[in-house]
Each structure stands twice: as structure tokens, then as C-alpha cells.
């Protein structure tokens, strides 16, 4: 990723699911990474939106007595509404049922058509009238040519499809991990893929008959596009790049290839192999990764519906309330998925997180060293004479380093390691303070220089841990630049975290940002 444009994509979210946990997760992780490139310069693209066709909106329609239209609008807003509820910023938010992806995906698919990468085949298998379901013949036989659910023989049956020549692409495909063995992250997940296409790919029905609620193949309306690669084109229809006379086309075309691309491993062969193989059928680039981060369980509990015990965005508006959006940001974006193991949601962790990291390191440090400045520099910055111990810190090489490693860390997308670096910092400065002892060296007044040039390196320090944090934790960080008179960001994060940055004489007003919290 070495130019200044920064494309990064969510999975598009099923309308006929209820926002959770999981939606707002993968969306946060990807808003956090958005500012931090927006913070440092770079010319992003945030995308998200609803995936809203396919036989089961249809269905849920159905029982609902409503339109799939209708229910697909309303569920469609209650996913838009996490945007603002959880401050995300993400810049467009696609709706698989928008005139303007509907016309781009028929317009790809008649390009696959066209270069024959589509085409009509006949499929023919064991066929469960009553699920409306085929089975494999090994499954078949297994269940003795009888449905096991309605008791009835099953048919042999056979219906045209259209399909996507995938066994075509099986070499170039590899190839593909080979020379870019990022593509896909983390590795646990690669391995996975690999071992699948080890088995080796058939090309794969594209195209449904037996429902409406879709996108019509062009030429053949009786047959629907397959919701699955409906929802992939999103990534490209939103940037109008089937399209060409279109104003998408003309703003956006250019943040192709996507720089991240971020999934739930639960959707990782779409991800990682189907919608490369569209894309080389295409002649489009390749992303240069696709992020497949695992999932959240609850209490120790997976999350299912049966157990009805989803983080649902109603318990999420309580921790909000309870201890800001920013914690739970910190939260998601700390303690969360984001490598190949399920995290666990609880209301312990949650809170021993936000107590040890944010009220007792952040906020601690923060207002210790305001309340200092205030209390021996008249609130003004001191100076930095040079005169204090180091305490064995060279703080501008410390801080550097770590600004590289927060840096580093968020290019590949390891959001903990990058906030990590960021509370190394404040960690330090926490130590300094203990070690140096400024409030006792205040008592004697020949030490003011050394007490003055204490306190610039603990706020020069936190200055810069809070450049670092800003992209995870928007409101505290402004709340801190207002209070330290910092000033706006300048889009050059690496500049602004330069030692030595804080003007001697800014005006630096005590700061509480994060209140302590009882546990229930
Ligand atoms: N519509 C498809 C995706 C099409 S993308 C071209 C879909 N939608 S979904 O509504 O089911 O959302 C799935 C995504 O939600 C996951 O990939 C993940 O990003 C997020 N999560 C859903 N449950 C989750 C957890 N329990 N934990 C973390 N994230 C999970 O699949």
C-alpha cells in the first residue's frame, strides 16, 4: 500500500438479521483504522452497507405480511442507525436494492457471460421437494432416497443454472498466495484456504430460479443472480467502477484496488477465493488484503439465536452509558477477534479493561500531569531547560520508536499492537513520575527547572501516546486537545508526533477524562 489512497470495506450486513455485537465490531475495528490513515494523510474510503436480496428476505417478507422492499428499508435503517450511534465514519453505505448497484451487477455479470466465464449448465441431483433442496448422491444413498424431513422418496431432478467457471481460475489462484502471501491474514486463515483449493474448485451456480426477491440475469429473467455474488460486487459497484459515465465512477473509481478488506472468518472462502477468481475473470486488481478476524462469544457462551443471547445493540447503548463510547471502542478494538481466536465478551473484562487501562493509566496520567502544571507552572507548560534526570529514557528516541511500532502496527491491521505501543508510552510516563517525584521536588524551590522540565516531558509524552490513540478513541482525545490547547489535527501524524512539538507557555487546564466506574 504505497499510494495515498486507502480503500477499506466491511461485509455488507443480511437486512433480515437484527444489528448485533458482531455488525458493530467489524465496523469499529474498520472506522478506528479509517482515521488512523485519515489522521496520517491518506485519502480514505470507508465503506459498509446492507445486503438486502435472496430467498430468505423473501421469506421473512413473507411471514411478515410486508414487501421484501418494505422489510428490506426498514431493517436497512436500523443498520444505518449504528453508524451514528456508534460514531462511525464510514463514507458511503451501499444498499444492495440501489438502482445504481442493481444496473452494475447486471452489467458484470453480462461481462462474465460475454467472456464466457458464466455460463448455462444443466445440474442434476437428488432433489427434496419439500425443503426445496438437493442432496449430493453420497448424501442420498446415506439417508436412503427418503427425505429425512417430510418422509417422501426423493426425485431426481436436474434445472439450468447459470455458472461461474471457478475450477478455471484454480492455478492463477494460487499463484496468488504464492506471490502475495498477505492477501489473505491472519495466516491461520490462508492455511485454511489453502487446504481447501488443495482439494481442488468446480465452478459454482451463480443464478437461482426458484425465487424472485434478486437481480435478474441479463437476457434470462426467470433466473436471479445469487445473492452471494449480488453482495460481492458491492465492493465495486460502490465505487462505480461498472459504470463508467456515472458520478461514483468519476469520485471513486480511483480507490481501486481496496487496501483492506475486512470479514468474519465465517465468510472467508466468498472472500478469499470466489471474489479473487471474479475479479481475474474481470481483469480487475486484486485487493492487497483480505482480514478474516474471528468472533466474539458472550460470557463464554458462542452467540446463537436459539440461546438468545446476542450482544444486541441495546446492551451495547448500556456499556455506552455507563462508560462512554470511546471505552467501548477501546474495548472492541483492544480485547476483540482480531486474530485466529474468539474473544470472549464480559461485563468483568469490560470493566477491569476500562478501569486498568483507561481511568487508572490514560486518564490517571493525564490529570496527574495537568494537575502538577497547574499546581507548580501556573497551568502554562514549562519550559524544556534540559535540566532533569532523563530517569534513563531518551524520550524523543523512546517515543520515536513507538510511533513507528503504532504506525507499522496499524498497516497491518493489528489494532491492539498499535494501541499498544501508544500505552507503552503513557505507561512510562505513569513510571517517570513515580521515580522522579515532581510533587516533592516542588517543595524546594531551587528545583522548579527540573520539576518544570519533568512535567513538559510527561505532557509532551502524553501529547504524543495521544496522537496514537485519537483513530480509537475520537471524543476523549478531542476533550484533550481542547483542554491542552493542541489544536486540530494536521494530517501528518508522523510530524505531529515529533518530540519536542509542545510550546512552552501553551495553557494546559486540568483534565478528568475517564471517570471511575463502580462495578455492579
Ligand atoms: N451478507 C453477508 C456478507 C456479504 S459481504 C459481500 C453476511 N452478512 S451478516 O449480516 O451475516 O454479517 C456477517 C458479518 O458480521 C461477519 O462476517 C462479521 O463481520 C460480523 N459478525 C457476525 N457475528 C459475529 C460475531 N459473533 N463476532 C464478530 N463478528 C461477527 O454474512
Known amino acids: 500500500m504505497g499510494t495515498s489512497t486507502r480503500y477499506i470495506t466491511t461485509p455488507i450486513y443480511y437486512v433480515n438479521d437484527r444489528p448485533h455485537i458482531g455488525h458493530v465490531y467489524t465496523t469499529t475495528i474498520c472506522d478506528a483504522w479509517a482515521r488512523f490513515q485519515r489522521l496520517s494523510g491518506h485519502d480514505v474510503f470507508f465503506l459498509t452497507g446492507t445486503d438486502e436480496h435472496g430467498q430468505k428476505v423473501e421469506q421473512s417478507a413473507e411471514a411478515r405480511g410486508v414487501s421484501p422492499q ?14 451514528g450511534m456508534f460514531n462511525l465514519t464510514n463514507d458511503e453505505f ?24 458464466v455460463y448455462l449448465g444443466t445440474f442434476e441431483g437428488w432433489y427434496d421437494a419439500g425443503q426445496e433442496e438437493y442432496y449430493t448422491d453420497t448424501k442420498a444413498n446415506e439417508v436412503e432416497f427418503v427425505s429425512p424431513i417430510s418422509g417422501k422418496p426423493l426425485e431426481r431432478a436436474s434445472e439450468q443454472n447459470y455458472y461461474f467457471k471457478l475450477s478455471a481460475y484454480e ?32 465452478d ?37 467502477l461498472a459504470d463508467s459515465e456515472s458520478q461514483w465512477h468519476a469520485q471513486r473509481a480511483g480507490y481501486w484496488p481496496a487496501g483492506m478488506q475486512v470479514i468474519g472468518k465465517e465468510i472467508l472462502w466468498f472472500h478469499a477465493v470466489i471474489w479473487p477468481a471474479l475479479l481475474m475473470a474481470l481483469e480487475l486488481p486484486l485487493p492487497s488484503c483480505i482480514y478474516a478476524h474471528s468472533f466474539w462469544i458472550s460470557e463464554g457462551q458462542k452467540m446463537s439465536k436459539s440461546l438468545g443471547n446476542f450482544i ?25 477477534p482480531l486474530g485466529a481466536t474468539d474473544a470472549d465478551f464480559s461485563r468483568s473484562q ?29 497551568g502554562l507548560c514549562p519550559a524544556d531547560t ?45 513510571a517517570f513520575i513515580n521515580e522522579t517525584a515532581p510533587f516533592k521536588l516542588a517543595k524546594d524551590p531551587e528545583m522548579a527547572a527540573q520539576v518544570g ?28 486537545r481542547d483542554a491542552w490547547n493542541l489544536g486540530a489535527p494536521t494530517g501528518d501524524l508522523r510530524g505531529e508526533c515529533q518530540w519536542g512539538r509542545l510550546a512552552a507557555g501553551t495553557a494546559i487546564e486540568k483534565v478528568a477524562l475517564f471517570p471511575r466506574v463502580e462495578s455492579e
Request: with cysteine; glycine share 8%.
Open 453 to 480: 522540565d519533568i512535567l513538559y516531558r510527561c505532557a509532551e509524552a502524553i501529547r504524543i501516546a495521544s496522537c496514537l490513540l485519537e483513530a480509537t478513541m475520537p471524543e476523549k482525545i478531542l476533550e484533550l
Open 94 to 117: 451501499i444498499r444492495t436494492t440501489d438502482p445504481r448497484h442493481e444496473q452494475q451487477v447486471q452489467s458484470l455479470v453480462k461481462r462474465l457471460m460475454d467472456s464466457g466465464d
Open 70 to 83: 418494505e422489510l428490506a428499508d426498514e431493517n436497512s435503517e436500523e443498520f444505518r442507525r449504528i453508524m
Open 386 to 430: 534540559g535540566e532533569c534526570a532523563d530517569g534513563g529514557v531518551d524520550w524523543s528516541d523512546f517515543t520515536s520508536a513507538q510511533v513507528e511500532a503504532a504506525i507499522d502496527s496499524m498497516e497491518r491491521f493489528d489494532l491492539s499492537g498499535s494501541i499498544a505501543a501508544a500505552m507503552t508510552i503513557v505507561r512510562r510516563v505513569d
Open 171 to 202: 492455478d492463477r489462484l494460487r499463484k496468488m498466495f504464492d506471490d502475495h502471501p498477505g492477501i489473505v491474514r491472519p495466516d491461520a486463515r490462508r492455511n485454511e484456504v489453502l487446504g481447501r483449493l488443495r482439494e481442488g474448485l468446480q
Open 312 to 336: 444486541d445493540l441495546e446492551e451495547l447503548q448500556g456499556y455506552m452509558e455507563k462508560y462512554g463510547s470511546d471505552a467501548l471502542r477501546y474495548f472492541l478494538c483492544t480485547q476483540g
Open 350 to 378: 469490560f470493566h477491569e479493561t476500562y478501569t486498568t487501562d483507561l481511568v487508572n493509566t490514560v486518564g490517571n496520567c493525564a490529570s496527574r500531569t495537568s494537575a502538577m502544571i497547574g499546581k507548580y507552572c501556573d
Open 204 to 240: 459454482v451456480p451463480i443464478s437461482r430460479t426458484n425465487f424472485a426477491w434478486g437481480i435478474g440475469v441479463p437476457g434470462a429473467d426467470e433466473h436471479v443472480i445469487y445473492v452471494w455474488i449480488d453482495a460481492l460486487f458491492n465492493y465495486i459497484t460502490a465505487l462505480g
